[in-house]
Nanobody, 118 residues
């Protein structure tokens, strides 16, 4: 089992930045690929970014490429999402997900709200 707790969400003006954190506990963090998803009201949950177990590979959704950056610190069991040049359409609840590289079991956090508005 993996427990995930997201933090860092809030209200930011267009063009601003936020950094989300997701702290994991309960299992070997480095055995899990980590990803961020988001879900806006009335829309399906979409993949924002994903990072491999040791951070050597990343991938991003088309809508955030060049603006967002995912990273991880395995010593701290934490994954981050640096969000720059934020737009109103980035407004959503952001979720952290862990996927065990061996069992394929998946675990979700409870989400953190990001609102981009002037």
């Amino acid at each position: 089992q993996v427990q995930l707790v997201e933090s860092g969400g809030g209200l930011v003006q267009p063009g601003g930045s936020l950094r989300l954190s997701c702290a994991a506990s309960g299992s070997t963090f480095s055995s899990h690929a980590m990803s961020w998803y988001r879900q806006a009201p009335g829309k399906e949950r979409e993949l924002v970014a994903i990072i491999a177990t040791f951070g050597d590979r990343t991938n991003y959704g088309d809508s955030v490429k060049g603006r967002f950056s995912i990273s991880r610190d395995n010593a701290k069991s934490t994954v981050y999402l640096q969000m720059n040049s934020l737009k109103p359409e980035d407004t959503a609840v952001y979720y952290c997900k862990a996927r065990n590289a061996y069992t394929q079991n998946e675990y979700w956090g409870q989400g953190t709200q990001v609102t981009v508005s002037s």
